[in-house]
């Protein structure tokens, strides 16, 4: 008999249950050229759901998608220092098309900054074009050594969100707003109990005055960026010449942010909530919510499946993606396997004693078993899948305040960064921050903001700490105010 195949403990080797549990789940498989991957229908959905209801999130804080072509000048990338610096070693550059030797070579596009801002300098004149509030569903190329499906791939899906605006304040606004939707994104969609939080110097975006972010912490401690946010400044406005006439007539720079969410966020939601059986997909964003397992035998089969539509229908008005497995080649054993690997919150068994009593067996993905009466499942699933949700966050929480530890002297950093996150003074010294990745693997991840709407901070009281300490490794003056979080990161 068919069984299904489990991914490798993770306890064993996590490294290779991540991997595993892509396969064998289907959310995707490697393609012919090396860093690339194949994203499967299953996988696809799952960022379907993420890029919905992050582009409500946009549209409803004012922005309109646009497109900006994959190609983008040598030249432009030359124009912002810091950025060509940041982005040549991943570069990949078109010299040759058409069967011919191109006069200027073409960097496929590994960010738009520099497209979009050679287009502002076009179409902005004056303060009433302004804000400009754009974003961009798309691929980019970043040539990576050392690849891993959805983490770290040469071609990747994301968003890039670009906006000008004519002050500095508005501007910097903006940055905090993006990251604040990131952060809601995260905490009431994905599950994923994420640190807000400003980058230090060494760790910001290239070409950024400052960059923020939101940090998760994987299920081997590690942390994982998985969204960020740029204030740009007027780097860009300087290196494109965006300008514009002001209010008070006087010709003035713009100031331009970017934020970007990708499909990192996917192994983001993979490493946190998964367990040894698989997948354990977040609710509000699983492509099948519901899955209703049918139990027959020949002369039961046509009742069973009749009750089990009716239930799907049901199911689906009120508003559930739901799925009957009636694949009449597969036991019910290996149908409750095979969906639990894929991670879906909720499975129904339905059997022919269970409908001749108006009753079904219904199983959330991390719980047990329990009947309930047929005709309640369409009230009562809804709250059970918020429920799951919470019960996800509040796991993820309570496993993140476990694997983060205070520390104060260099010994005690070493050993909480070997297994999750350390908090830490540090005096803000690039060299110092690079000898400690140097000395430990572990970098500096985020210097905690709290964002007041979302409460985040209340979730932590180490987080919330501020002082004036002495650096953890070389025992100066702290810089910031506050604690750093340190972590080995994907
Ligand atoms: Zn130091």
């Given at each position: 008999m068919a069984k299904v195949k489990g991914p490798t403990p993770q306890s064993q080797d996590f490294s290779q249950w991540y991997l595993d549990t892509i396969q064998l789940a289907e959310l995707a498989d490697y393609a012919p050229v090396r860093g690339t991957i194949v994203v499967r229908p299953y996988g696809y959905a799952l960022w379907e759901n993420i890029q919905r209801v992050l582009d409500g999130m946009f549209k409803e804080t004012g922005h309109q998608n646009a497109y900006f072509p994959l190609f983008i000048p040598m030249s432009f990338l030359q124009k912002e220092a810091e950025h060509v610096e940041g982005f040549s070693p991943e570069l990949a550059v078109v010299t040759h098309a058409g069967g011919e030797e191109l006069e200027e070579p073409l960097a496929v596009r590994p960010t738009s900054e520099t497209i979009i801002g050679y287009m502002w300098s076009r179409w902005i004149r004056s303060w009433r074009d302004l804000p400009q509030l754009l974003n961009q569903w798309n691929n980019v190329v970043r040539w990576e050594m050392r690849t891993r499906p959805?983490?770290?791939?040469?071609e990747f899906l994301w968003q890039e969100g670009h906006t000008a605006h004519a002050t500095r304040e508005e501007a910097e606004e903006e940055t905090a707003r993006m990251l604040g939707v990131y952060l809601k994104f995260a905490r009431e969609y994905a599950a994923l109990p994420v640190i807000p939080g400003r980058k230090t110097e060494r760790e910001k975006f290239a070409g950024a005055v400052y960059t923020t972010t939101i940090e998760g912490m994987m299920k081997d401690g590690r942390a994982l960026q998985s969204a960020t946010s740029h204030f740009l400044g007027q780097n860009f406005a300087r290196a494109f010449e965006i300008t514009f006439q002001d209010r008070d007539l006087q010709e003035k720079y713009v100031w331009t942010t970017s934020w970007g969410l990708s499909w990192r966020i996917i192994g983001g939601i993979i490493m946190t909530h998964g367990d040894d059986q698989g997948l354990v997909l977040p609710p509000k964003l699983a492509p099948i919510q519901v899955v209703i397992v049918p139990i027959y035998k020949a002369e039961s089969k046509e009742r069973v499946l009749s009750a089990a539509k009716t239930l799907e229908a049901e199911l689906a008005a009120a508003g559930l993606r739901v799925l009957t497995d009636d694949r009449d080649q597969y036991t019910p054993g290996y149908k409750f396997h095979d969906w639990e690997l894929r991670g879906v919150p909720y499975r129904v068994e339905l059997g022919p004693r269970d409908v001749e009593a108006n009753a079904a067996v219904i199983k959330s993905r991390i719980g047990e078993k329990e009947t309930v009466a047929l005709g309640e499942l369409k009230n009562l699933l809804p709250e059970r899948l918020e429920a799951l949700h919470d019960a996800l966050f509040a796991r993820a929480l309570e496993f993140r305040k476990a694997h983060t530890r205070v520390v104060d002297d260099y010994e005690a950093f070493k050993e909480a960064v070997a297994e999750g996150f350390a908090l830490a003074y540090h005096c803000g010294d690039a060299a110092c921050e690079k000898a400690i990745q140097e000395e430990t693997?572990?970098?500096?991840r985020v210097i905690p903001l709290e964002f007041p709407e979302h409460g985040v901070l209340q979730d932590d009281e180490a987080l919330r700490e501020t002082g004036e300490g002495v650096c953890v490794?070389?025992?100066r003056p702290a810089a910031y105010g506050r604690r750093v979080v340190f972590a080995r990161a994907y």
């Open positions: 959805f983490l770290r791939t040469s693997k572990a970098t500096a490794r070389c025992g």
